[in-house]
């Protein structure tokens, strides 16, 4: 496995691999990897003859400086569980090699990013935009793969693709939970005991709500908060229904409306998304 930090040496390795007509999957993730990153690397190498990873806790998507601040960083223990996991080249940029100079690129996403994700977060999708696109410029991947544990990201980053006419495909991929039902995430190591307790309430109310159909979505929304926020220790940021394909509410909840709830919980300091589709 080959670890690379500029985008010259990882184009001319790439060549190399396309040369010899081999497929190129990629994953790019924010490092801290944990069995859910783990999961995107398998697909990857099932179906793809190689696997690149890129690590890079991008700046431009964290509206929080605390939050990026101490957002887990263990690159050494990363590139051990990749080797593992059958990964050929990890992408490791500093920030200056990403960004030589500031990205003032402007994206829109049209109601994509006025939701959920993109209301309570300003300007999180651009970055991710802005970092994505730079990531598959350098890498040229023919698939890249993407968690549905962050459901918007991959309508957005499908928005992108094709708005920027890029050659690639994007293969959402399941989400990954611990054994009580939490969603796994990077940030979940982050969590004091009493809270780390607790947070598997928010998948138990999810998987909960969904047998409940003789309401409203609005009414189901209120149900869901008042069970969370019951805890004490979690706080609903928000949650909503929304259609799977334009993210706009639905009006009930029919299978024929493709209803997802998609939640942020406040769990102390650190903040927890996840979804479920109804
Ligand atoms: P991150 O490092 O948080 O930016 O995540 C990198 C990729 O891993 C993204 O496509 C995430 O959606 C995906 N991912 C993170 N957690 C999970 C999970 N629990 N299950 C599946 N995919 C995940």
Same mark, same amino acid.
């Given at each position: ?39 995107l690397? @398998? ?8 696997? &690149?990873?890129? +690590?890079?806790?991008?700046?431009? %998507?964290? #509206?929080? =400086? ?12 990363d ?17 200056e090699?990403?960004?030589p ?42 698939? @890249? ?8 990201? &991959?309508?957005? +980053?499908?928005?992108?693709?094709? %708005?920027? #006419?890029? =050659? ?17 995430s ?7 005991p ?49 259609n ?9 909840l ?10 942020a919980?406040?769990?102390? =300091?650190?903040r927890?998304i ?5």
């Amino acid at each position: 496995m080959k670890v690379i930090k500029t985008k010259s040496e990882l184009a001319d390795c790439l060549q190399q691999f396309r040369n010899q007509q081999k497929t190129i999957g990629f994953v790019p993730t924010m490092g801290a990897l944990h069995e859910g990153h783990l999961s995107l690397v @398998a697909k990857s190498t099932e179906s793809c003859d190689i696997t &690149v990873v890129s +690590i890079f806790v991008n700046p431009t %998507q964290f #509206n929080d =400086k605390n939050d990026l601040a101490n957002y887990p960083r263990c690159v050494e223990k990363d590139c051990a569980l990749l080797e593992k996991a059958g990964c050929n080249v990890v992408f490791t940029p500093e920030v200056e090699e990403m960004y030589p100079e500031p990205d003032t690129r402007q994206f829109s996403f049209g109601n994509l990013d006025k939701v959920m994700e993109g209301e309570h977060r300003p300007g999180h999708f651009n970055g991710v935009a802005q970092i994505v696109s730079k990531l598959f410029d350098a890498v040229k991947p023919d698939k @890249a793969f993407f968690g549905l544990k962050d459901f918007q990201q &991959v309508a957005i +980053i499908k928005a992108m693709v094709k %708005q920027l #006419n890029m =050659k690639l495909e994007i293969v959402p991929c399941p989400i990954i939970r611990e054994a009580d039902g939490l969603a796994k995430s990077s940030r979940n190591m982050l969590l004091e005991p009493q809270y780390r307790a607790i947070a598997p309430k928010i998948h138990q109310t999810l998987a909960e709500a969904a047998k409940k159909r003789d309401c409203t979505p609005e009414q189901l929304c209120q149900w869901i908060t008042s069970t969370i926020d019951a805890t004490q220790l979690l706080k609903t940021e928000y949650v909503q229904i929304v259609n799977f394909d334009t993210l706009m509410p639905v009006e009930k909840l029919t299978e024929a409306e493709k209803p997802i709830i998609c939640i942020a919980v406040w769990a102390g =300091k650190i903040r927890l998304i996840d979804n479920f589709v109804l």
